[in-house]
């Protein structure tokens, strides 16, 4: 089964609300610029029923150069990861 590409996201989100492909496009930039703002100054953004982007820091750790076995220090730092709404998991398992 193939995934659904964005071109195809706009088209069944455009049919569903009969709003025009370029405003759906326009209304999905505006919510991603949105989202990386928001996650940016507060740590995370909230979608409603599907899930929130969270800031997180990791920690510094060691780890190990795979080609040479060597080990390596790792640094600490930032990433973004998307936490799945409890609604959505259980609406698709």
Known sequence: ???MTKSQLLVS?????ELSKKDVKNFLDVLTALAY?????????IIPGIG???KAKRKA???VN???GEKIKIAAKTVVKFR??????????
Do not use: I, N, Q
């Open 84 to 93: 799945l709404a409890k609604a959505a998991k259980e609406a698709v398992l």
């Open 37 to 45: 703002k928001e996650v940016k100054k507060s740590g995370e953004f």
């Open 52 to 54: 929130k982007m969270v």
């Open 1 to 3: 089964m193939a995934k």
């Open 13 to 17: 989100l455009s049919e569903t609300t």
């Open 61 to 63: 750790r060691m780890g």
């Open 66 to 68: 795979p080609a040479t």
